[in-house]
């Protein structure tokens, strides 16, 4: 560490996140690494920890002979202005040297509100922020996240995308790399190189062209170029890399324990979410496998909790199996197990029982829409029957806080849909005060509404969005028609999700509006100490746009959309299908009742969907 | 009950309190040492710390009791820990004892004492602090009080070991009530503000009783 990042360490909040040397981090000998890689998390060290993602590609790619990567957080605003006075290039982590020096700076885009922080990172590393202005071949900076299923509004900045699950595809991109440093290749050879590698997206060789509606109108492409990238996955989950041997934070991060991914996919298909289309199709570890890397992640971390992580645990076939298995290892040890996503059925919730015996701390469930109508339309399989059920448990069971999701401005809501909101959780007291085993402590039961915000590549990317006046109009009707003071409600701010909805249904052009934002002090966005619609609305402003139309215009039928180059698996022509059901308010049976062909099973190779 | 030795230095001395305990409980944790709890509504890890460094502060003598419930041989437990430790958190020694934490009454330490502009300061700090007393403004949530640090010192050297870089060698109360390095510091900022440095940074050396007996 220099003196001169001691001293500015010792003025700034939390200093402990700014200086790595926590218990399994990596160092490696300089002498045997040729290629460096820095891994960019556009978020603060607290979040960027507590993201699997980092873990396991750190990991991976330390596991690499000859590669070194590292780790980098974006500074708090005291923490920058410090760097930025004297003079303190941002730097990794491990060895504490600036990452503008290395070969490779992977940014983390898991959401759109921390796109002004990739470019404030760029910047603090003294690297230009737009791709066309970087010439040499290193540092070559790449992306890869949920975000980057629509490349395009950061399409400018970036040189490379790697789309889809990183495990394999970021290591050979930086072998690619290693082989271009030593045969000395230009920055373009080595871009025109990498487009061969399938599941990388190379923005600068397309360049889109827009109709005088303004929306896109042809995407013309270079020669090898690829007309479509298809992204990337791993087929037998139980081959890859997993992380047992993370690095642990010496300071509290936000989810300080084992996370252990069990599947990726989800057999559900509910239509406004992304990850849900976006992450096919359902893949499985063994409970086996699982059992012992959990043994091993929790040994090796000292953490005396751990998480299953998927986006629907119980859908989890060995979830039986790996519950007990986990509970007999960690119950002598003191070691709680927590169950996130699980769903509102009785199975799951003799499951809580079981694991909570101890902490009766909140449940939640997320119905997102009041009425079974909108319920169907969303393709959210849960009855209000088995919710009222799964209450019932907990409320026997001794729990008496609630929490229950919902969105606001769902396509086809109305009035009526709204209301039912403040029935259900009516019912849901009701249901407290006919079976609660305590009801001496009373209950608290939180409604909470966020704005719905449609996605690319699920079927609602066609849709427009609700405006923040609109969404305000519901949430008074739904404040109103909220009549019980057991019931606490909650929603979010709507200007944020506006922004959001703009930068994930954004084209390349939206990138001007960003890097404005950011040159007008935009960083950290998802955080409210930092987010200024009013910055957002003069960049949009002076690049000529408008948030609505990418928020809230309803696309045509046939509309070119900028993510169409990027395949994820699920086809267009399956969303328009689902979004047609989804009007005539049917739902769609999960992948293990029948397979609805949503073309995610061409991803795989030698087995078929769920196996 | 046992009771640790341990280091904290290099990177680990931007460790808050805070963070340190929970650090320790899981470097025990990996160890495979299992400590015991408290009793009561909400069981911790009994890990009892002696004299809480402040954030930037290196240690060479820092002091935690802990109880296991499976006895273990002390001498292999440095071993154990040392194994499982992010950087800059190294122990030293474990043995049993009775001594309270509240007869620690002196503390050795080492301030370094950097200025900018390459000046060589000790033979004026060595002046300052040599004053029969030095008041200082201390300010308390309610009041604001002056006071004497003159008996808070027990001994103090000055030498410069480079151009702009000072270093003071002191004994300083450790508790009730106790003097730290950064006053010092802060003493210069009050009542001599052309010594006070750019920049400073502190390491405690070792622990003593009353009756300057090193404090195990
Ligand atoms: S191909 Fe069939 S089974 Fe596989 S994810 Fe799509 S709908 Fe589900």
Redesign the pocket.
């Given at each position: 560490m220099t003196p001169e990042l001691e001293r500015i360490l010792l003025k700034v909040q939390k200093p402990a996140r700014y200086t790595g040397g926590e218990y399994n981090e990596v160092i490696k000998d300089k002498q045997d690494v040729d290629i460096r890689m820095a891994f960019c998390f556009p978020d603060t060290y607290e979040i960027g920890m507590s993201n699997l993602g980092l873990q396991i590609l750190y990991g991976a790619i330390n596991e690499e002979p000859g590669m070194w990567c590292e780790r980098c957080f974006a500074p708090w605003g005291d923490m920058e202005q410090e760097m930025r006075a004297a003079g303190i290039p941002l730097y990794a982590l491990e060895s504490g040297d600036p990452i503008g020096e290395f070969d490779a700076i992977g940014f983390s885009l898991g959401y759109e509100m921390a796109f002004t922080s990739v470019l404030n990172m760029l910047d603090l590393a003294g690297v230009p922020v737009r791709s066309a202005d970087r010439h040499q071949l290193t540092p070559l900076v790449f992306a890869g996240g949920t975000s980057c299923i629509n490349p395009e509004p950061m399409a400018d900045f970036i040189d490379l995308f790697v789309l889809g699950e990183g495990e394999e595809l970021d290591i050979q991109v930086l072998k690619l790399l290693r082989e271009a440093k030593r045969e000395g290749w230009s920055k373009k050879d080595f871009l025109r190189r990498a487009m061969e590698i399938p599941g990388v997206y190379v923005p600068g060789a397309y360049t889109p062209v827009y109709g005088e509606d303004g929306t896109l109108a042809a995407v013309e492409r270079e020669a090898g170029a690829p007309e479509r990238v298809t992204k990337r996955i791993i087929e037998d989950l139980d081959t890859a890399y997993f992380p047992t041997k993370c690095v642990i934070p010496s300071t509290e991060i936000v989810h300080d324990r084992v996370v252990l991914e069990v599947m990726r996919?989800c057999?559900r298909g509910c239509r406004f979410c992304q990850a849900g289309f976006a992450y096919?199709?359902?893949r499985r570890h063994g409970t086996e496998f699982l059992l012992e890397k959990a043994r091993a992640a929790l040994e090796n971390s000292g953490y005396e909790e751990i998480t299953l992580s998927s986006l629907s645990t119980s859908d989890f076939k060995g979830l039986p199996q790996l519950a007990d298995g986990l509970l007999s290892w960690c119950e002598p040890r003191k070691i709680s197990l927590s169950l996130p996503s699980l769903r509102a059925d009785n199975f799951s919730m003799s499951l809580m029982e079981r694991v909570q015996k101890v902490r009766k701390s909140g449940l939640t469930f997320a119905p997102e829409a009041g009425s079974q109508r909108l319920r169907d339309v969303i393709n959210k399989n849960v009855t209000e029957e088995a919710l009222l059920n799964s209450c019932r448990i907990a409320f026997e069971g001794g729990w008496n806080t609630l929490k229950l999701y919902f969105m606001l401005g769902l396509p086809t809501e109305t009035d009526e849909d709204v209301v039912a909101i403040a029935r259900l959780a009516e019912q849901v007291l009701h249901t407290w005060r006919q079976y609660a085993s305590n009801k001496s402590r009373g209950v608290k039961i939180t409604v909470s509404t966020s704005m719905f915000v449609p996605k690319p590549h699920t079927p609602f990317q066609w849709e427009s969005q609700v405006d923040v006046e609109e969404y305000l109009r519901r949430v008074r009707l739904l404040r109103e028609s909220i009549t019980s003071r057991s019931i606490v409600y909650n929603w979010h701010e709507p200007h944020v999700s506006l922004i959001e909805a703009a930068l994930s249904r954004g084209d390349r052009r939206v990138g001007g509006v960003i890097e404005e934002v950011w040159k007008n002090g935009g960083r950290l966005d998802s955080w409210t100490d930092y987010f200024s619609m009013d910055r957002w609305l003069e960049a949009f402003a002076e690049c000529g746009l408008s948030p609505e139309f990418y928020a809230l215009r309803r696309r045509g039928n046939d509309e070119l959309f900028p993510w169409d180059v990027i395949d994820v698996g699920?086809t267009k022509k399956y969303l328009a299908r689902e979004r047609e059901e989804a009007y005539a308010g049917r739902v769609t049976p999960d992948?293990r009742v029948k397979?609805?062909?949503?073309?995610?099973?061409r991803l795989l190779e030698r087995r078929s969907?769920?196996e | 009950m046992s009771r640790l030795l341990f280091r904290k230095t290099g990177r680990a001395k931007f460790i808050s309190h805070l963070d340190l305990m929970r650090t320790m409980q899981r470097i025990f944790i990996r160890a495979g040492l299992k400590v015991r709890h408290t009793e009561g509504f909400n069981p911790h890890p009994y890990m009892n710390f002696a004299l809480p460094l402040s954030v930037g502060t290196e240690s060479e003598c820092e002091l935690m009791d802990f109880e296991l419930t499976e006895a273990a041989d002390p001498d292999a437990i440095p071993a154990l820990l040392n194994r499982v430790s992010p950087e800059g958190i190294e122990a030293l020694k474990v043995y049993d004892s009775a001594r309270k934490f509240k007869e620690i009454k002196w503390l050795d330490i080492e301030a370094r004492l950097f200025y900018d502009n390459k000046t060589r300061e000790a033979e004026r700090l060595r002046e300052f602090f040599a004053a029969p007393a030095i008041v200082m403004e201390k300010k308390t949530k309610r009041s604001v009080s002056d006071t004497d640090i003159v008996p808070l010192i027990s001994a103090l050297q000055v030498t410069d070991l480079t151009d702009g870089l000072a270093l003071i060698s002191a004994r300083l109360a450790a508790q009730d009530p106790g003097l730290s390095p950064a006053q010092l510091i802060s003493a210069l900022e009050q009542r001599a503000p052309e010594l006070a440095p750019d920049h400073a940074a502190f390491r405690r050396i070792e622990v003593y009783d009353k009756d300057m007996v090193l404090f195990r």
């Open positions: 996919g057999v096919r199709p359902v699920v992948c397979c609805m062909g949503c073309g995610a099973n969907c769920d | -």
